[in-house]
């Protein structure tokens, strides 16, 4: 495959899948802020299963980020990423803009309540807003029969979920499991931010939150477990924790014992933050 067709444009993106409507195929999408790793690939490989056509789109949204966060550093090479896609057989490359995408006089934004609430929100409380706004705008565009979402933004994923039900978007979401290394780190963009050092400290988030899933499996009081994990984090080298936090695997509510949960957790390591989870399955009976 010579690579994927590249479009910068509403208008040439929307004639190409249009094209292939004509040919009967299905189309799935893949959203991304670039900077592609295995984790992206893995759902490209998803999307290729899902659909005869794949469209991954790679625009790092100003909507989503803070004015104190690393919108001007969030790395960017496209390049790369178009080979990487290549690689991997994707059909088409959505490139916009951020004029492309919000033009002069853009005013409009999208709220999802239920499990936008919390975690992420207490801390980057503009962020699901512009995920959720940048997300339908996408979906309007493209139409797609499905898209995919990687597990790693947990929060994320629900949200989408959320927003697809109640506005009747006609979107299959498709999560897909966390892709970590070799010693459990998930995989992600930011993961670049990391030296050596930092890199050893980051591959024991995923430890910790195994570790404490199965306690709170187990029947370990939830409070005293979440404590206890927030406190080797600090130990074990992360400057701050923002949360540590079990909550019901499909709502995001307060977690109870014997359903299926999630144990998510954000830290930071320097001026790096990185977020994880993990799931709580239900102690057998």
Known sequence: MSGPIVVDSVAALRTQIRDWRREGLKVAMVPTMGALHDGHISLVRIALEKAERCVVSI???????????DLDKYPRQLARDLDRLREAGAHLAFTPTVAE??????????????PSAGLETD?????????????????????????VFGEKDYQQLCVV???????????????APTVRDSRGLAMSSRNAYLGGAELEVARKLNAVLRQTA???????????????????????GFRKVDYVAAREAMTLRPW??????????????????????????????
């Open 161 to 175: 979920r959320q927003l697809c039900r109640d506005l009747d978007l006609p979107v299959e979401i498709i999560g």
């Open 101 to 114: 995408m919000y033009p002069t006089g853009f005013a409009t934004k999208i709220s999802v309540g239920g």
């Open 123 to 147: 801390f980057r409380p503009a962020f699901f807003d512009g995920v959720a706004t940048v997300v339908t705008k996408l979906f309007l565009q493209a139409a797609p029969d499905c898209a």
């Open 214 to 236: 199965t306690e709170l499996a187990s029947g370990a009081d939830e409070a005293s477990a979440v404590g206890e994990a927030t406190e080797a984090l600090v130990r074990a």
């Open 59 to 69: 625009f790092v949204n100003p909507a989503q980020f803070a004015p104190t966060e």
């Open 256 to 285: 109870r014992r014997n359903r299926d949960g999630r144990l998510l957790a954000a830290a930071w390591l320097g001026t790096t933050r990185l977020i994880d989870n993990v799931e709580i399955l239900p102690a057998p009976e």
